[in-house]
């Protein structure tokens, strides 16, 4: 009895240790899914508000959104107002903002550097606040971020209910005034914000280095630096060949990678090649450029050297005219029949001229499992009155005396506007027509008529009563059938005894040589 009480025991302590194991486990993966791993960057600046809010939350990632209720709302202006939305699911901040019609300032207090700076907003109509009535401007110090902006269309055009602008400003000061000011122009404007986001980043993320030498400007002589007087707006952040990233599973700057397949171009073959075994080692650029996954999935041509070069592997981007672009490339070679410099040499075209004539992954990064970026810029012009305009970017094979394989990869794609004199303003999306509901119908449509549209009828009418008429006389007349001229009927004759269903001729007096000018046929015939 006492062996089988320690050995029940002993049964139960392992089975204890073993469930312990599991738990812990689990536990670890549901943390690193969830983007609870240590990140490569923790930003001196953090900040995310929750607008309008009276209480501070924790979205589902885990990360605090404060009340602006208190802190950081300049309570010099005193008309602003609080207002809830009703919205599908429990997002935040999408669930309550602050409007006015009149302008407001939130005032922030931030160590000096580059910040990533976000505003959230979700247009619906709040109470007396129509959607359709908000427009208005935004301004961080000397720079205008949006002019007469109008949240509804920017939805309508983007699909989408909610959505959130993303800036990049290097702060000089330790404050950070965001000014937002309804459109007087336009009838009962007002201006609203959901959310707002303030976090730093590393001084040289975007930004040059005093020491570098800058970078290609496409179809331009000199070479091009982003300095810290500029701004930029993000436009696009994608994980080509991969999944979305969320902002929790960013390397700790909260930023939001989308996939690429809207972008691509239609009718392309392309490969999505995913690492399983390199872990991607940084050792010539910082382990935050961009997440892991980023750099273990990518997009290639394929192996069919015929078909590649034959085409161009093409992305396409809309963006707005009249603006210069900072184009980021992600790449890693992980493949395993990449491993030499010259093994996979490729063109790279940016709005449709030669940005890069040999690019070779494993020559910029020394080795294989190396993630490298690659900068440019690109004017994107204005032709007469068009808003927007596409930017593509776009991989062919090296000659196939330069490269080994006539291939071309990319892992990551990243698009900035520039500011331009201090604005980072474009025009908004033109209105979406609306479509009718499929169940209200079209008021009848009458006919119109005119005097000359009568009498054609009229005379159309009378004309065919006279022509049937006389058809009618002419078969029913006694005396036709005897009155046909003989050489018609004759010619008839031949033509039924001489031809058989499929319409040759048949000179014998076979199964085709029916008699049809027999007198009992003769009435038929002549009808």
């Given at each position: 009895m006492k062996n089988f009480t320690q050995r029940f025991f002993s049964s139960q302590k392992k089975l204890c240790v073993l469930t312990l194991?599991?738990?812990?486990?689990?536990?670890s993966i549901t943390i690193a899914f969830a983007g609870g791993l240590p990140k490569p960057y923790t930003p001196h600046d953090n900040i995310a508000l929750d607008c309008g809010s009276t209480n501070n939350k924790i979205d589902l990632a885990g990360r605090s959104w404060f009340a602006d209720s208190t802190i950081f709302l300049d309570q010099s202006n005193k008309?602003?107002?609080i207002l809830s939305s009703v919205t599908k699911g429990n997002s935040i901040p999408y669930k309550t903002a602050r409007l006015s019609r009149s302008q407001f300032t939130y005032s922030f207090t931030v160590t000096p550097g580059p910040k990533f700076i976000r505003l959230h907003f979700y247009p619906s109509s709040y109470q007396e606040f129509n959607r359709s009535n908000a427009f208005f401007d935004v301004h961080i110090g000397g720079y205008t971020l949006l002019r007469s902006f109008s949240p509804a269309l920017t939805a309508d055009y983007l699909k989408s209910e909610v959505f959130a602008k993303e800036f990049c400003i290097n702060i000089d000061d330790q404050k950070l005034n965001i000014l937002f000011s309804p459109d007087p122009s336009m009838p009962d404007s007002y201006a609203f914000i959901n959310g707002i986001e303030i976090v730093s980043m590393p001084n040289n993320l975007y930004y040059s280095a005093d020491d570098d030498t800058g970078f290609n400007f496409v179809n331009q002589v000199n070479p091009y630096r982003i300095l810290e007087k500029q701004a930029l707006e993000t436009v696009y952040r994608v994980n080509v060949g991969g999944s979305s990233i969320s902002p929790a599973q960013d390397t700790g700057m909260y930023r939001n990678w989308s996939e690429d397949d809207e972008y691509l171009t239609n009718g392309k073959p392309s490969v999505l090649p995913v690492n399983l075994?390199?872990?991607?080692?940084?050792?010539?650029?910082?382990?935050y450029s961009a997440p892991i996954p980023v750099y273990k999935t990518a997009r290639t041509m394929g192996t069919n050297k015929t078909v590649n070069e034959n085409y161009r592997l093409t992305w396409e981007f809309r963006v707005d005219s009249g603006f210069t672009y900072y184009v980021r490339l992600h790449f890693c070679e992980f493949q395993k029949e990449i491993t030499e410099p010259g093994d996979r040499v490729f063109q790279i075209y940016i709005d449709?001229?030669?940005?890069?004539?040999?690019?070779d992954v494993i020559?910029?990064?020394?080795?294989?499992?190396?993630?490298?970026?690659?900068?440019?810029?690109?004017?994107i012009g204005?032709?007469?009155t068009e808003k927007k305009r596409n930017l593509s970017i776009a991989l062919h094979p090296a000659p196939a005396w330069r490269t080994k394989y006539s291939d071309a990869i990319l892992n990551g794609v990243e698009i900035f506007k520039l500011s331009n004199e201090g604005n980072l303003a474009g025009a908004n999306p033109d209105r979406i027509p609306t479509i009718p509901h499929q169940n209200s119908?079209?008021?009848?449509?009458?006919?119109?008529?005119?005097?000359?549209?009568?009498?054609?009828?009229v005379i159309g009418v009378a004309s065919g009563f006279v022509a049937l008429s006389a058809i009618c006389f002419l078969i029913f007349r006694p005396k036709s059938r005897v009155e046909v001229s003989s050489s018609w009927y004759q010619l008839s004759c031949k033509d039924y005894s001489s031809m058989d269903g499929s319409g040759e001729e048949h000179s014998g007096v076979g199964k085709h040589s029916k008699n049809t000018c027999s007198p009992e046929n003769k009435k038929w015939d002549l009808l």
């Open positions: 194991f599991h738990f812990t486990f689990l536990y008309v602003s107002v075994s390199i872990n991607p080692s940084f050792s010539v650029i910082p382990n449709n001229i030669v940005a890069e004539h040999q690019a020559s910029w990064a020394g080795a294989k499992g190396v993630p490298v970026y690659r900068d440019y810029a690109v004017m204005r032709a007469g119908l079209p008021p009848p449509i009458r006919p119109k008529y005119n005097s000359r549209a009568i009498f054609l009828i």
